[in-house]
């Protein structure tokens, strides 16, 4: 008797235990991730940029200075490292380069990467 009332409890406890639903818990709701804010490292296409124009000696490959450039009506000197800060769009320009004992050189270039290396010669060399 004791072993029958024993069964039958363990075989309650067995159909409790199988019969009572597994439900996961609900899961926390899921937030965005905010955005973060784009930092402006380069002004968009048509705006003002800060356009960056080296001069190379195209024989002899060394940078030159004092050249005079001219850009989007604007004109820059060039440092004693043959290079020259302009402000302009950054699309597709007209470069004209003046230097002493050069070839006066005209380009157009493309300024969507902000800077540009031209190479001018010297007549004598040529």
């Not at 402000?87 to 050189?105: D, I, S, W």
């Amino acid at each position: 008797m004791i072993v029958r009332v024993l069964l039958v409890a363990a075989l309650v406890a067995l159909l409790v235990g199988c019969g009572s639903s597994h439900q996961a818990a609900p899961a926390p709701p899921v937030k965005p991730k905010p955005k973060p804010k784009p930092t402006p490292a380069q002004p968009p296409l048509g705006q003002l940029a800060p356009l960056v124009v080296t001069i190379l000696d195209g024989d002899r490959r060394v940078r030159v200075p004092g050249a005079r450039v001219t850009l989007w009506g604007r004109v820059g000197q060039t440092d004693r490292h043959g290079v020259t800060v302009i402000k302009g769009p950054r699309h597709r320009l007209e470069v004209r380069v003046v230097a002493k004992g050069y070839t006066t050189v005209t380009r157009r270039l493309n300024f969507q990467r902000r800077r540009q290396t031209i190479r001018i010669y010297q007549p004598d060399l040529q």
